[in-house]
């Protein structure tokens, strides 16, 4: 063994330093087809009203109010896209359904509930209020409104405004395009028995769930021996085309662990070692792009296939890549994805917020606290009354995945000998509601 050169660096001054050295990535523009769960690269601005014109809310008729209690000559019919030309005029009406335009002249729509029809002519109620049954123009969105801020995700209810307004492409901010790779002598493909002394290379599969649920774009390459040369290669080759680079195991200071100093010689480790349990060896490096001494310019974009960006922006020649080393015990490796590689996945993205939500909750147990690392302790959440309780799952061993499976949220217990009393209340990480 031997001892690590790489300095302790607090747990949320390392979290800083990741944001601080990762890139937000450009724009490019999509179709509505592919914008679900992208992230918008500018405001969206409304250029017109909606409505664009007054809309009838009910099926009946369109009248002026002043005409209240009488009975009225139907001069016509406005339905949905069909608007009727005429004007309504004192004693007379138009039948209208819900969508119609409301004609020029009248002031409300009756309900056709309201009224009593006899041929060609319609007998309104004795109290009518102007304005009562339509949608005026610009009662949604006024032009020039912004109707969709630059950082916000679009879901349904995004890009269905988007498309109300005339957007039949958004931009939007480019995925990150990650490749993830495993590294150990001890792993094997799932599936395959393991050897005495082999485990399944399970983390490939948590990770790549983690790195699409934050939206990132996934090149799985496989799993890399403890060998320095062949780890290298793997490496440079997926930088060419990747925007980040995701690896668990190898961080330690066994020697087999070669991800440091791999990252070390292509570009500058930031992140060595962490005050963090678990993911003490957590690294994190930001690359050249290309690589230093690693051959030709980075060869012209071929992923992603979508329309070009807007303004050229983010990719591929000469920006700055980011690397992540994870350490290998499953659970240290999905902490440290959540405390470091999500936030910073979703600044690649644009996104206004980096962040976790987080909710108060009471402790239900006693949260031990570790001196000298700030520790993410998982834990399960129930209602009770108003408020949400958090109970341990059980054993925190960092090769434990079962502490991760099911939880709902992260605590956060400062570095200490204080630990946090059951029944205090404290700000969890909300990873799923129960
Ligand atoms: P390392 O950080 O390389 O020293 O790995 C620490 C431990 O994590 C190893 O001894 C394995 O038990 C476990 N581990 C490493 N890589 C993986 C992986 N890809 N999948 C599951 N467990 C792993
Ligand atoms: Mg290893």
Known sequence: MRVSAYPLID???????????????????????????????????????????????????????????????????SSAGRPFDGTVTAGTAARILTGGVVPDGADCVVMVEHVRVSGEEVTVPPSLVAGNNFHKVGDDVQAGDRILSAGSQLGAAEIGIAAATGHAQVPVRKRPR?????????????????????????????????????????????IAPDEAEPLRRVVVEALERADALVTSGGVSVGTHDLVKPLLESLGTVHVGRVKLKPGKPFTFATLPSPLAGEGGPTPP????????????GGRPDGDTKVAFGLPGFPVSSLVTFEVFVRPALRKMQGFAQLHRPTLPVRLGYDARSTPDRTEYQRVTLRREGRELIAETTGSQASSRLLSLAGAHALIRVPAGDQGLKSGSIVEAMILGLP
Do not use: C
């Not at 792993?187 to 290379?201: A, M, N, S, W, Y």
């Not at 071929?302 to 329309?307: A, D, E, L, V």
């Open 178 to 222: 990650v490749a993830l790779m495993s590294t150990g002598d001890e792993l094997v493909e799932v599936g395959k028995t393991p050897r005495h002394g082999q485990i399944p290379d399970s983390n490939r599969w948590a990770l790549l769930a983690s790195l699409r649920e934050a939206g990132a774009d996934v090149t799985l390459l496989g």
């Open 11 to 77: 747990a949320d001054e390392a979290a800083l330093l990741v944001l601080e050295h990762t890139p937000v990535l450009g724009p490019e523009r999509v179709q509505l087809a592919d914008a679900i769960g992208r992230v918008l690269a500018e405001d969206l601005v409304a250029s017109g009203p909606l409505p664009a014109f007054p809309s009838s809310a009910v099926d009946g008729y369109a009248v002026r109010a002043a005409d209240a209690g009488k009975t009225l000559r139907v001069l016509g019919e």
């Open 301 to 312: 974009d071929s992923w992603g296939g979508g329309p070009q960006g807007l303004r050229g």
